[in-house]
């Protein structure tokens, strides 16, 4: 790589008056002034080394004291040669061993000096390898990655000592455990400007992976780490197989401390027959810790409807009240992750209706997997009771969900679903069945592609999901049905700062192989509220049956959002949006609906970051607002971004 030349100058303006050796108690002050090449291509290629030389004069006596008053003739000279030496070695040291540096002193007045540095950098020597190993074998491939690496950089002394700790690293990834160099010595050719970096190597012996030794705190199943490991036992030595064991065992997120590494004097067992390109084997050792803190969080609430239209005229009672208490128990590690276990119970002392449910519950334990690499899995146990615009429902549920990351920005998400659910509907629409109770047992497949750069504030890129259910029915018509639904955001950052982002999100879910007026009021699909279309309350962004004050929902639905974001301070943001959403395939034989149309919505909210993700407020505003049923304004307040 060829480097241009640099003239640096250190100077100030004026003409001698006297003798400089005459000179007593005077200043001199100092200007930097640097002359470029023209030439594009090696400006380019020498901007590193021309702000490396630059720190360097910075960094000179000669340059931080020029303010100061100089006694005499004497001690400046003296300045000025230990600025020469250290220019010469510094710039020797980035590879420039022809670099040589003159100066001149002129006189200005009486008591002011100026002083010119001229430095010739002269051209950047190439850096090229030999090695010499000290036992038999096939060491081409070595030989050949160092003389690759030479041959893209210069020779400065961090090249060069890059360069050989990356032989030590290439020896290590193929079997040798402990290589060492006997000798390392650069050979400098000045008249064709090529350093070698000569290099002795004792490779040591060529070992396997011996036995795994775990030591790790109580309670941890040793299964969780072992299927971490990246290698397997009886295969050669491989330092990067130790890094990537050591990254698998953090992003577990359990440990507070990891170490993996060969045993210590457990150099070489034995000598393994018909094998001679292995010495033996090596023992490794593997020891985790974590520093566990707990914590535990109570309350109890007092509350009345929930998740409800604004207006009065809503079908929902209004007299519905409620106590909640919520119990949880998280043992975190030094990465602030670990179990986690909430509990809640939910009573109405003061029933809307005597058939309403009395009581709920929802009973999560959500842990590491220790079955599958870094898997985790949700075991919840719950019953559950919702009040929405559209049907009442209680449900008795038992799920098991494991997560398992593919890949870096790739998540899948599977288990099960048991349930009992009650459901309480619009007796209008199905008479036959006003209350139904029935059993069923699904089971999910998620796939989650994540590259976004924040989960609950992403300001770039774009997350896409897309998932299945098969469920499987006993108690009502139907026996078996099939939802699915496709998910698309993306971030777009206006500015470097990611302060002005717009985002985008489309959703589209469907249900298939079944008749819309056999599927249960909770599995049909609906838009409308805190996800959806905002403008309007959970579940009414959809067409209504006109003999029924209920929305109708559907067998599908397609939404978009589309967002202005705008960070003002550290603190605080706000925002500006438009949603969107039809439902399609909601029409039931003698059961008439509204006229099928796009809803619409637009509104403004304002964020408040915090350390957890930020805090949003928004007022959304319905268009084309049915008098009666959709309210004027809805607000909301939540945490995380909309998508």
């Not at 589209?508 to 409308?528: E, S, W």
């Not at 959403?581 to 039931?588: D, L, M, P, R, S």
Request: aromatic residues 12%; charged residues 30%.
């Amino acid at each position: 790589m060829e480097i241009k030349k640099y003239i640096f100058y250190i100077a100030v303006s004026s003409s001698v008056n006297a003798k400089l050796r005459d000179m007593y108690n005077f200043y001199y002050d100092v200007h930097i002034n640097l002359q470029e090449d023209t030439n594009i291509i090696k400006m380019v290629s020498g901007f590193i080394s021309k702000s490396e030389i630059k720190e360097i004069i910075d960094n000179l006596r000669l340059e931080k004291e020029k303010n100061k008053k100089v006694h005499n003739m004497h001690v400046l000279r003296d300045r000025i040669r230990n600025a020469i030496e250290t220019i010469k070695r510094k710039t020797h040291s980035l590879g420039f061993f022809n670099a040589k540096a003159t100066y001149e002193i002129k006189q200005v007045s009486d008591k002011n000096l100026n002083i010119y540095i001229k430095v010739k950098l002269g051209d950047a020597f190439k850096l090229q390898t030999q090695m010499h190993f000290d036992r038999n074998g096939d060491f081409s491939e070595i030989e050949q990655k160092g003389r690759d690496r030479a041959s893209k950089v210069t020779a400065s002394l961090r090249n060069i000592t890059n360069v050989a700790k990356a032989t030590l690293t290439d020896l290590q990834e193929i079997g040798y455990y402990k290589p060492e160099f006997k000798e390392q010595r650069v050979h400098v050719d000045f008249e064709k400007k090529i350093a070698t970096l000569v290099l002795a190597v004792n490779p040591g012996a060529r070992v396997v992976f011996g036995d795994s030794n775990i030591k790790a705190f109580k309670g941890i199943d040793e299964k969780f780490i072992s299927n971490r490991i990246a290698w397997n036992k009886g295969e050669f030595f491989n330092i990067q197989k130790i890094k990537s064991t050591v990254e698998a065992l953090r992003s577990s997120q359990i440990f507070s401390k990891i170490e993996v590494k060969p045993v210590k004097d457990g150099y070489v067992k034995e000598t393994i027959p018909d094998e001679p390109a292995i010495d033996g084997e090596i023992p490794m050792e593997i020891i985790v810790e974590e520093d566990k803190k707990h914590m535990i969080d109570a309350s109890v609430l007092y509350a009345g409807m929930r998740n409800m239209n604004f207006e009065k005229t809503s079908r929902v009672q209004k007299d519905l009240k409620s106590i909640i208490t919520r119990f949880s128990w998280t043992r975190f590690n030094a990465f602030n992750h670990g179990e986690q276990l909430r509990a809640t119970v939910e009573c109405t002392p003061f029933k809307a209706k005597s058939k309403r449910a009395d009581y709920a519950f929802e009973l999560a334990l959500l842990q590491p997997d220790v079955f599958f690499k870094d898997n985790t899995a949700d075991y919840e146990i719950s019953r559950k009771q919702e009040l929405t615009n559209a049907f009442f429902r209680k449900i008795d549920q038992y799920k098991l969900l494991c997560s398992y990351p593919l890949f870096k920005n790739m998540l899948l998400r599977t288990g099960g679903y048991l349930s009992s659910v009650y459901v309480d509907g619009e007796e209008s629409i199905e008479p036959e069945n006003k209350y139904k109770r029935y059993k069923s047992i699904t089971f999910p497949l998620e796939c989650v592609i994540d590259h976004t750069d924040n989960a609950l504030n992403p300001t770039g890129g774009y997350r896409m999901k897309f998932k299945a259910e098969g469920s499987f029915f006993s108690g009502i018509k139907i026996k078996h049905l099939i939802k699915a639904e496709s998910n698309f955001s993306y971030n777009y950052p206006i500015d470097n700062e990611r302060e002005n982002v717009i985002s985008v999100n489309f959703t589209y879910r469907r249900l298939f192989n079944q008749k819309l007026k056999n599927i249960p009021l909770d599995h049909r699909v609906y838009c409308g509220g805190i996800g959806s279309v905002r403008g309007y309350a959970n579940q009414m962004a959809t067409e209504k049956y006109l003999d029924a004050d209920c929305p109708a929902g559907g067998k599908a639905v397609l939404e978009f959002n589309l967002e202005g974001r705008r960070r003002f301070t550290e603190d605080f943001g706000g925002v500006l949006f438009f949603d969107g959403a039809k439902t399609f395939q909601n029409q039931i034989a003698n059961l008439p609906i509204e006229k099928k149309r796009w809803f619409l919505s637009f509104g403004t909210g304002i964020r408040y970051f915090t350390s957890i993700g930020p805090i949003r407020f928004d007022l959304a505003f319905p268009i084309k607002r049915r008098k009666g049923v959709d309210s004027k304004m809805q607000f909301i307040m939540s945490l995380g971004q909309t998508f």
